[in-house]
């Protein structure tokens, strides 16, 4: 059985992460999703809620069968000790480029057993991301093209509490 483990912060899960997990199904025969405890930039929502919104996003999707973890630590431990045989990255513009190809050769001199493989997004997917999402919705903006209801509630609710 050939699994694959897709990492990432999904502060919070947008439409194009659930693309991304649609495609490596195709591929792998098990996707788990980990969710890390610690993202390089401060959060908006806390690992649990992450890892719960990410549950509720692939039950609203009607995906199913994907577990979703978290994680603290290197990836690469998380990776080794689930047995994947790769870690699974989305790919939108170009410009996301850099910053995959140095982490996918970091985690390959950590462990080279273990491949890291990039889908491409959908088109219509290739500028969204999470900061974007938490931006238009922080300032009144409509998102519900760009995540899931259950993700546009959470996010109503989460600048209603700090405001
Ligand atoms: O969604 P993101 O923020 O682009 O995901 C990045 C993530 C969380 C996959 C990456 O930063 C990560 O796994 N960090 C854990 C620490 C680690 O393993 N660092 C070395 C590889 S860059």
Redesign the pocket.
């Known amino acids: 059985m050939r699994a694959a483990l897709y ?4 502060d919070p899960i947008t439409y194009g992460h659930l693309d991304i997990v649609r495609r490596a199904r195709k591929v792998f025969d098990k996707l788990t999703i980990a969710v ?1 405890e610690n ?2 930039k401060g959060a908006l929502f806390s690992a649990e809620e992450r890892k719960r919104l990410v549950e509720r996003a692939l039950e609203e999707v009607g995906i199913e069968d994907v577990p979703v973890i978290t994680y603290s ?4 431990e998380c990776a080794k000790a689930l047995g994947v045989v790769a870690i699974v990255r989305g790919l939108r513009a170009t410009s996301d480029f850099d910053y995959e190809f140095q ?1 996918a050769l ?2 390959r001199d950590l462990d080279s057993d273990i491949e890291t493989v990039f889908f491409m997004t959908a088109g219509t997917y290739c500028f969204l991301s999470s900061s974007m999402v938490k931006e238009v919705k922080r300032y009144g903006g409509d998102v519900s093209k760009f995540v899931p209801r259950c993700v546009e509630r959470a996010l109503e609710e989460k600048f209603r509490e700090t405001a």
């Open positions: 990492p990432g912060s999904f890390v993202p390089r630590g290197l990836l690469i982490m970091t985690n």
